[in-house]
């Protein structure tokens, strides 16, 4: 499961990004969030192009993207890429879906960008501020004594943390498929180099505007989400004119891994609604 790899690639003004589309359809554009990589999407991409013309990428830093010393990996950069992507695909108003720090950059895209939308949906998103885990924050805090771990102390670090992504167990391939990007001595430096980049302001200048969303948005969440409850999901619905909320029970932060066939289905419903 960790040969699991898009087939192909785009060098963008930020840098060098994979990408892939599945099946041809109505656009849809799945962007991921943080530490994951578009492995998350891997059982709900093929079910949406069923339907769909599926587009999905790393994001910069993350999966098979490029990561390299020095690159910005900041939500604002993430945006730009995805803002560039939808040129190069000539998508002028797709279905836009984000999970995590990915509701943030589809936000922006859509709402500082003026990207085009016929319809969004975030799942389990990074929107309001603050929005690090404590295991985060914790790292932040402390960013010397992380990057200097030996890999093998490191690499549990990691492996537990995503651990608690999930309300269900995590197959240990599954594990090592999440992992992967992160191994290595570029993959540690990656790891760190995002969290050291992540500004509140990035998160901030959303909230004022989210009452200007003008398109028909889901909220699908984790009813079992340890790292943004759904709490925050209430509060994003109440800031978003019109949206509509689904949660998933027993389904955690990840909850793509925890519950693709419902994943799937609630969005497959809120596009066809």
């Known amino acids: 499961m960790s040969d699991w790899r898009l087939s192909k690639s785009a060098v963008l003004s930020p840098g060098r990004v994979v990408w892939d589309r599945l099946r041809e359809g109505p656009p849809l554009v799945l962007v991921h969030g943080t ?16 339907r769909f013309s599926v587009y999905l990428f790393d994001l910069l830093g993350y ?6 010393e020095d690159q910005d990996m900041s939500v604002a950069t993430q945006t730009k890429i995805l803002v560039e992507l939808l040129r190069l695909w000539e998508l002028e ?9 990915g509701a943030a950059i589809v936000l922006r895209a859509h709402l500082l960008e003026h990207c085009g939308a016929c319809r969004i949906s975030l799942v389990d998103g990074a929107v309001f501020n603050p929005w690090n885990t404590p295991t985060t924050v914790h790292i932040r805090n402390h960013l010397d004594a992380y990057r ?14 995503l651990l608690t992504a999930v309300h269900r167990p995590m197959p240990p391939e599954v594990l090592e498929g999440y992992l992967r990007p992160w191994c290595g001595p570029s993959g540690q430096a990656a790891y760190f180099r995002k969290i050291e980049q992540w500004k509140d302001e990035h998160m901030g200048a959303l909230e004022p505007l989210l009452g200007t969303v003008g398109v028909p948005t889901q909220i699908l969440w984790g009813g079992k989400d340890s790292w943004l409850g759904p709490a925050v999901a209430e509060r994003l619905k109440a800031a978003i004119p019109g949206s509509t909320l689904t949660l998933i029970p027993s389904a955690g932060h990840f909850v793509m891994e925890d519950a693709p066939e419902e994943v799937a289905r609630e969005l497959q419903r809120f596009f066809g609604s």
């Open 35 to 50: 530490p994951s990589w578009a492995f998350l999407w891997r059982e709900v991409a093929p079910r949406l192009a069923q």
């Open 63 to 68: 999966g098979d993207s490029e990561q390299r």
């Open 93 to 101: 108003r797709p279905v836009l879906v984000g999970h995590d720090i």
């Open 148 to 161: 200097t771990m030996p890999a093998h102390i490191y690499e549990r670090v990691v492996a537990g943390h």
